[in-house]
C-alpha cells in the first residue's frame, strides 16, 4: 500500500540495519503495484500475506491500506513470524494499538513508522522523518517508554543519492530552465499528470524545452499520458517505474512533484520544485517548504504558466534554499537509535563520553 519511494526508503533502513549485522525479513499483502519483486531483487526475504481483502476493517481510519482488518492482518503476521524477532517495524496507517498489542509477545521491541499522530501506538520506538514534526505531535498517543524520533535529522534517503547531490547542485550556479520533470506518484489515480501536461503547452516556454514524466507500472493513465505527450508541443519523454530516480532528477532544471516524502528527495539534490498538493496529510510539508522559500506551491492547475514564470526568476533560491533543508544522514541515525534501543533491552547502559587530545 506504499508508493515506491516510501518502500524504497524503508528499504534504505533495512541496508543500515543489515550493516550492522541484523537479519531482515519483510512482511508484504500483494496490493495492486506492489513492491515485493524489487525487494526481493534486493536480496530480502519476503514472507507475502494473503491478498488484501475486498471488505475493509472499520475500526481505525484509513484501514483500506492494511487489505484486511487489524485482526486479521496481526493473525496473518504471526502464523508467518515462525519465531520471536527482535524488533518488529509497522509502516502502514491502518495499524492501532489493537494490531500492536497482538504482536508484542512476538519480539522484544516494536516501532512504528508515521507521520499522522492520531491514533493510540503501544510501542517502542517511533519515526516520524518529516521535515517540522515533533515529538509533541505524538506525546498523549504513545507509553512514556516510547522514544520518538521525528523531523528532518532522521529523513530517510537512498544511497544513491548521496552519488548525485554535488553534481546537482553544482550545475545549478547558473540556472536555466530547459528541461522540467513531472512525477506526482507513481499511481497518480486522479491523472494530475495529464493537466499540467496540457496547462503546460499554455505557458511562454520554448518548444525546445525538454519535458520528462515520471509513472509507476501501477499507473492506469500511462495510455492516455503517452497520447497527450506524443502530440505534446516540446520534446517530450515518458520514463515508466525507474530505478534512477536520483540521477534523472539531477538533470532535471525544475521539477512539478507531489508535496509527499520525495519533496525531501528534490530538496536534497536542490532540485527547483512546484509543489502539488495530491494528499490532505501534504499540507504540512508544503507549508514549511513555502515558509523556507525552498519551493513554489501550485494552488490551482490553472495557475501553472503563472508559477512557471516566477519560477524562471527565483530557480537559484529556490535550489539553495531547499539543498540546505536535508543533509542525508537520517538512515544511519535512525538504524543507530534502532539499535541502541535493542541494546538497552538487552540490559547494556549507554553512558556519555568526551573524546581525549
Not at 19 to 41: E, M, S, T, V, W
Not at 85 to 90: H, L, P, R
Not at 91 to 98: R, S
Amino acid at each position: 500500500s506504499k508508493t515506491a519511494s516510501q518502500v524504497k526508503d524503508i528499504v534504505t533502513l533495512a541496508d543500515k540495519l543489515k550493516q550492522g549485522g541484523a537479519d531482515i525479513y519483510f512482511f508484504c499483502r500483494p496490493h495492486p503495484g506492489n513492491l515485493i519483486d524489487f525487494i526481493k531483487d534486493k536480496k530480502y526475504k519476503v514472507r507475502i500475506l494473503e491478498s488484501p481483502k475486498k471488505t475493509p476493517s472499520k475500526n481505525i481510519k484509513n484501514t483500506k491500506l492494511l487489505g484486511a482488518s487489524q485482526t486479521q492482518d496481526s493473525s496473518q503476521m504471526i502464523k508467518k513470524l515462525e519465531g520471536r524477532f527482535d524488533c518488529i517495524i509497522a509502516d502502514n496507517y491502518a495499524i492501532g494499538d489493537l494490531w500492536l498489542k497482538k504482536l508484542r509477545p512476538h519480539c522484544n521491541m516494536l516501532m512504528v513508522i508515521d507521520d499522522l499522530g492520531n491514533r493510540s501506538l503501544n510501542c517502542d520506538l517511533i519515526l516520524d522523518h518529516n521535515f517540522g514534526s515533533t515529538p509533541e505531535k505524538y506525546t498523549k498517543h504513545i507509553p512514556n517508554s516510547c522514544e520518538i524520533l521525528a523531523g528532518k535529522k532522521y529523513t530517510l534517503l537512498r544511497q544513491e543519492f548521496n552519488k548525485w547531490r554535488k553534481l546537482s547542485i553544482e550545475r545549478r550556479k547558473n540556472p536555466e530552465l530547459k528541461s522540467i520533470l513531472i512525477s506526482l506518484g507513481g499511481a497518480d489515480p486522479k491523472n494530475i499528470t495529464s493537466k499540467i501536461i496540457l496547462e503546460l503547452q499554455k505557458s511562454k516556454l520554448p518548444k525546445k524545452t525538454n519535458l520528462t514524466v515520471i509513472l509507476g507500472h501501477s499507473s492506469i493513465h500511462i495510455e492516455s499520458v503517452k497520447k497527450l505527450l506524443k502530440n505534446c508541443n516540446f520534446k517530450a519523454d515518458l520514463k515508466i517505474g525507474i530505478n534512477n530516480m536520483a540521477e534523472v532528477l539531477s538533470k532535471c532544471d525544475l521539477a512539478i512533484g507531489a508535496a509527499g516524502s520525495s519533496s525531501w528527495e528534490r530538496c536534497y539534490l536542490g532540485v527547483p520544485t512546484i509543489l502539488v498538493r495530491i494528499a490532505d496529510n501534504q499540507n504540512e510539508i508544503v507549508d514549511i517548504l513555502r515558509s523556507q522559500s525552498a519551493a513554489e506551491y501550485l494552488n490551482d492547475i490553472n495557475e501553472l504558466p503563472n508559477i512557471i514564470n516566477l519560477s524562471k526568476k527565483k530557480l537559484t533560491q529556490l535550489s539553495e534554499n531547499s539543498s540546505k533543508l536535508v543533509d542525508g544522514q537520517g538512515a544511519d541515525r535512525v538504524s543507530k537509535e534502532i539499535f541502541k534501543k535493542y541494546f538497552c533491552f538487552h540490559g547494556y547502559k549507554f553512558i556519555s563520553y568526551s573524546e581525549l587530545n
